[in-house]
């Protein structure tokens, strides 16, 4: 596993469980995505698949689509109380071979680009490129840029180029705010950010149509921001494994985390997306670890293979796409309780329709309530003001149980930890002193 976020969660919690854990990095620090380097892949495109690769996606002025409360961990707040001088930003939005038990796949999904088939792209004559490697705006000064896709990254970057770009066009095959798509008004801080459908065609001499709202006699730059694929390259050299990398999903798990027929032996740690993901990645890694201690079971395969089975004739009957197979948004609630109910039970015990009875000795707390409401606000909020979210709010009630939560949890570390409590207190005072 990787030191990225959910292999950092799911290591603290096997360790917690007891067993001997190995953690795998290729960066020179822990982090993943989420250190920033200048360095981008030698392909701007990251089409080649001989191109010097870069594993990060972040771009230079990034701040999370998430409030800090709502991303901390339940023992590692993200507020700047509990970080002290780790909080360098108070804003809210901020080859070698061994043998193992066990595996677990915590190496992140934001790091192999997904390309779209364009026509005409081969012969186009301006820049293409992935998000992956768009760090700053300054190289799009003045020039009309294409951005690809409305998601968080493309409806981030359209207005980071806008700022200094003359003309913006984000194209996509659909919005966070559906009336958006039938708003001819352009917006971005320079009101000159334009909405259309996805690009149709790609011509030779620099224009570029669209399957919605009118062509653009020539462009300078596309950016795609459309998104990753999970690519385990480790997972490829085994046939019974292969299967596993390379698409816009992770086919055939239970959970999004087993394959049946494994069971805990191999076990994906951060799948889902449109979650908030640090949280759930210790919730997974909670049922990981007492999987393997043999305090929590899997049902049995038979019941696995029929679970997977219904989620995916249910998005067939619902029109859903295999590559929003991880996709959660408001089932992710749900889900969170039933990985805080499968980790929480001492024994796991067999019934009829319930596999696992809840009242068994259920230890995992589940996420509280102001998480899921921190959430919704913040959605609400996003497509209520695109432009400025970040920096006005509407959840004050949530923020204030975050700011409770905290106030608990520093009481009980104090008692666990006097010593380190009383050096710490010492320290702030120290500080206090010298400031005034």
């Not at 890694?285 to 043999?294: E, F, T, V």
Request: proline share 7%; hydrophobic share 45%.
């Amino acid at each position: 596993m990787w030191a990225c976020a959910a292999g950092l969660a799911s290591i603290k919690e096997l360790l917690a469980e007891g067993h001997a854990v190995t953690g795998f990095e290729q960066g020179a620090k822990p982090g993943g995505v989420w250190v920033y380097g200048d360095a981008t892949d030698s392909d701007l495109l990251s089409a080649s698949q001989s191109r010097r690769k870069v594993h990060g996606s972040m771009y230079r002025d990034l701040r999370t689509n998430l409030p800090r409360e709502l991303m901390g961990f339940a023992e590692l707040p993200f507020m700047p109380a509990a970080m002290g001088p780790a909080s360098s930003d108070p804003r809210r939005f901020c080859s070698h071979r061994e043998e193992f038990d066990a595996l677990v796949v915590a190496n992140g999904h934001y790091s192999e680009p997904n390309l779209p088939q364009v026509p005409g792209s081969s012969g186009w004559p301006g820049l293409q490129m992935h998000s992956h490697n768009y760090r700053a705006p300054e190289a799009f000064r003045d020039q009309v840029v294409v951005v690809v896709g409305a998601s968080n990254s493309g409806e981030d970057v359209c207005r980071e180029v806008s700022v200094v770009a003359s003309q913006v066009i984000l194209a996509a095959r659909s919005w966070k705010n559906p009336a958006w798509g039938d708003d001819p008004r352009p917006f971005g801080s320079r009101n000159n950010v334009s909405r259309r459908g996805m690009i149709s065609q790609l011509h030779p001499n620099g224009r570029v149509d669209f399957t919605q709202g009118p062509a653009l006699p020539a462009a300078d730059a596309i950016i795609y921001c459309t998104g990753y694929r999970y690519k385990f390259p480790f997972l490829e050299q085994h046939p019974d494994t292969a299967g596993l990398s390379g698409q816009q999903h992770v086919p055939g798990l239970y959970q999004h985390m087993f394959v049946p027929q494994l069971g805990p032996s191999l076990a994906f740690v951060g799948l889902p997306w449109k979650v908030v993901p640090f949280p759930q990645f210790e919730l997974q890694a909670k049922l990981i670890a007492r999987l393997l201690s043999g305090r929590a079971q899997l049902p049995p395969v038979s019941e696995m293979q029929a679970h997977r089975a219904a989620h995916y004739a249910q998005m067939q009957a619902e029109g859903v796409p295999l590559r929003h197979c991880h996709m959660m948004g408001e089932q992710q609630w749900a889900y969170n309780d039933w990985l805080a109910e499968a980790a929480g039970a001492d024994v796991a015990k067999w019934a009829e329709d319930e596999w696992l009875d809840k009242a068994a000795g259920a230890d995992v707390a589940k996420l509280p309530a102001w998480r899921a409401a921190m959430y919704a606000s913040t959605g609400v909020n996003k497509r209520a003001h695109p432009d400025d979210y970040r920096d006005r709010w509407d959840d004050a009630s949530s923020a204030a149980a975050a700011e409770a939560e905290l106030a608990v949890l520093t009481q009980q570390l104090k008692a666990l930890h006097p010593a380190a409590a009383a050096a710490a207190a010492a320290a702030a005072a120290a500080a206090a002193a010298v400031a005034s």
